[in-house]
């Protein structure tokens, strides 16, 4: 069984907008969430979505969905965690008990994704869900095209590493629910506080963490600017 997560609990404080967080704002007239669920809503390899979203904001959340017509029997409303790794372990709780509803719970992979990237294409998801079989886990990665540099203090540069080898995480990423609750299972509190996303964790543990290519487009609306760029993209669509 295939469930995609959406991480969308974040308040998008750097695009505040009246108290409006981001994933609420309204791009070429359609609030952002709705285009990020519609990409996997619209996706066939993906047989259900599982939205994690800020307590406060539920309720609004699911007249939003009433108001555009969202299937809300593919579609699970539920309450993210105070941190963004803890919202991803409240996605692969509830991809659990669905899986066990529908009597479908011996491999549960979960394509999870930011919910400020509403540009994700068919493409990307349907390489993360195929390639996921191949690795312990797959990341969606670009190639940085500036150089980089690496600062300790960040005022000195320290060192410029080899370009060719620097890519840029966006996102999904995509994993076998079981097995990354059971490795959760093996961290400490402590650990569970260093980590954001699952990447870090698996590489640190061992395993192999494949990439699958990322585009450009796939950007995350964090400003003002992105959501001006997001506006341009979409006029250009209609």
């Not at 993210?80 to 719970?105: H, M, P, Q, W, Y």
């Not at 995509?174 to 870090?200: C, P, Q, S, W």
């Not at 003002?224 to 997001?230: I, P, R, V």
């Amino acid at each position: 069984m295939v469930i995609g997560g959406i991480l969308a609990g974040g308040l998008g404080t750097r695009m505040s907008n009246g108290g409006l967080p981001k994933q609420f704002l309204k791009i070429g007239g359609k609030p952002v969430i709705i285009r990020t669920l519609e990409r996997f809503s619209q996706n066939k390899n993906i047989d259900r979505v599982v939205v994690a979203m800020n307590r406060d904001w539920i309720d609004y959340c699911n007249n939003m969905f009433a108001e555009y017509g969202i299937d809300m029997m593919k579609t699970t409303i539920i309450c993210g965690g105070e941190t963004r790794f803890e919202s991803l372990l409240c996605l692969a709780n509830e991809c659990v008990r669905i899986a066990k509803e529908e009597n479908d719970s011996d491999e549960i992979i979960m394509i999870n994704h930011d919910c400020a990237r509403p540009f994700v294409s068919d493409r990307i998801l349907n390489d993360n869900i195929t390639m996921v079989r191949n690795y312990d886990m797959v990341t969606t990665s670009v190639p940085t095209i500036d150089t980089v540099l690496v600062s300790k203090d960040g005022k000195v540069s320290d060192c410029v590493p080899d370009r060719p080898t620097i890519f840029l995480d966006q996102g999904p990423q995509t994993l076998e629910v079981n097995h990354f609750l059971k490795l959760v299972d093996t961290l400490t509190d402590k650990e569970k506080e260093i980590y954001m996303e699952a990447g870090r964790l698996y590489i640190d543990k061992g395993y192999r963490v494949g990439i699958v290519e990322g585009e450009r487009t796939n950007f995350k609306l964090t400003t003002q600017f992105d959501l001006k760029l997001a506006e341009l993209m979409l006029a250009e669509e209609d």
